[in-house]
């Protein structure tokens, strides 16, 4: 297949995802042992001799294993659904890989230096093992009977691929998001096996407006009928309505009130007139939303949705390592950490990292935090490449 010419100059060129099954159970928070576990990956670059130069790098709620290059095998809708994303990357963007823009010969995780490492998180519904997956004691697809999940299973679950791969310690652990959130707990759970840490847009644990604003997604989903207590699989219906509306209230999160009003404003969809509708789009930010629900219901798995919703609320580091103390939690890092936040991503704010980061510096880590000035909320993590980049090269120990 061709290449968009944009991918050509530093891009990791044409990538396959491949799968692992690991060979023995997960333990899990909620009690349970889950096996098998099947993990998909991609990597790129070239694992040093000593094996030493590898760097995890962690998706967000709705990414995958496919982080760079150009897939081989696209999918319907690809996972770079930032703001704006089609205009930046055209009918191209659905083969390129969600962070293609910072990983590559020269970009912020340069593959000249780095055997980068990219999975599909546990739960995941594009190749690791998740809710859609076939449950062996059945023959049939797990639905609601997958296994709650947490942050630190999906921690459990990378540490065992890598393990799997002969990889005993990361050179860094990177990731914004919910990724931002593996990465940190990568650093607490494993303190001695990760050298740094980049925890890009995230949090010690989501305020709780994030979480009034998962619940709202999640019951969009389970008051779908064709939800069908989980149990959609087969069925010819699927609660494509629920997880249409929930991913249009978690699309609005991700963005920040100026960027909106620059790109749409009040402009009509269709007129310069009203046609007193209720049920069509009168507004253009009325007709994006509908089409980013509807480019996502075609990649996603809404029981998915509802696992790593869920399991983002849970995270909380200092509940869960330090008895209620961040300082606590953190005081047993090793990791030099870069926290990165902008200033207009109000549900993951800049205020989170900076608790983090005076945790860290009380405790006398190895720790740096930048505030980028940035206009579109939390996607900005996905949009910022250009200005994140050098930071990142300057904190691995690469030229700006």
């Known amino acids: 297949m061709s290449q968009p010419a944009r991918t050509l100059a530093g891009s990791v060129g044409a990538v396959e995802t491949r799968y692992l099954d690991l060979p ?14 099947r993990v998909a990956y991609e990597t790129y670059g070239t694992l040093s001799p000593r094996r030493d130069n590898v760097v995890l790098v962690c ?45 590559g010969p020269g970009k912020a995780f340069d593959t000249d230096r780095f055997f980068v490492v990219s999975t599909n998180l546990l739960g995941g519904c594009r190749g690791t093992t998740g809710p859609s997956s076939v449950d062996p004691a059945t023959g049939r697809p797990y639905g609601p009977d997958f296994p709650v999940i947490t942050v630190a299973d999906m921690v459990r679950t990378q540490r065992a691929f890598l393990d799997a791969l002969g990889i005993e310690r990361l050179a860094a652990v990177a990731g914004g998001s919910l990724g931002g959130m593996q990465a940190l707990e990568w650093a607490v759970r494993y303190p001695g096996q990760v050298d740094a840490v980049v925890a890009i ?29 989980g149990r959609y699989y087969g069925t010819g219906r699927a609660p494509d309505a629920g997880m249409g509306v929930g991913r249009m209230v978690g699309h609005i999160t991700y963005l920040s009130g100026p960027a909106l009003s620059e790109k ?46 869920r399991a983002l609320t849970y995270f909380d580091l200092a509940r869960r ?80």
């Open 201 to 229: 847009a995230s949090t010690h644990a989501l305020h709780p407006q994030g979480v009034a604003w998962n619940a709202i997604a999640r019951e969009s989903i389970l008051r779908d009928p064709a939800w069908q207590g």
């Open 24 to 37: 023995r159970p997960v333990r899990l928070d909620c009690g349970r042992d889950l096996h098998p576990v």
């Open 321 to 400: 390592h330090g008895g209620g103390s961040l300082a606590r939690a953190l005081a047993g890092v090793e990791a030099r950490t870069l926290l990165i936040a902008f200033s207009s991503d109000w549900l993951y704010p800049p205020s989170a990292s900076e608790e983090i980061e005076r945790a860290l510096r009380a405790a006398g880590k190895p720790v740096s935090y930048e505030l980028i000035d940035a206009p579109y909320g939390h996607d900005c993590f996905l949009l910022e490449e250009a200005r994140q980049t050098p930071i990142i090269r300057r904190f691995l120990g690469g030229a700006g």
């Open 59 to 103: 998706h967000a709620l709705s990414g995958d294993a496919h982080a760079a290059g150009v897939s081989t095998a696209p999918a319907e809708a690809g996972t770079r659904d930032g703001f704006g994303a089609e205009e930046r990357d055209g009918v191209g963007g659905r083969a390129l890989g969600w962070w293609d823009g910072m990983i």
């Open 264 to 309: 749409f404003g009040r402009r009509l969809q269709h007129a310069d007139d009203l046609r007193y509708t209720i049920t069509e789009p009168e507004f253009e930010v009325e007709s994006y939303l509908r089409h980013q629900a509807d480019a996502f219901v075609k990649r996603f798995d809404a029981n998915t949705y509802l696992y790593l919703s």
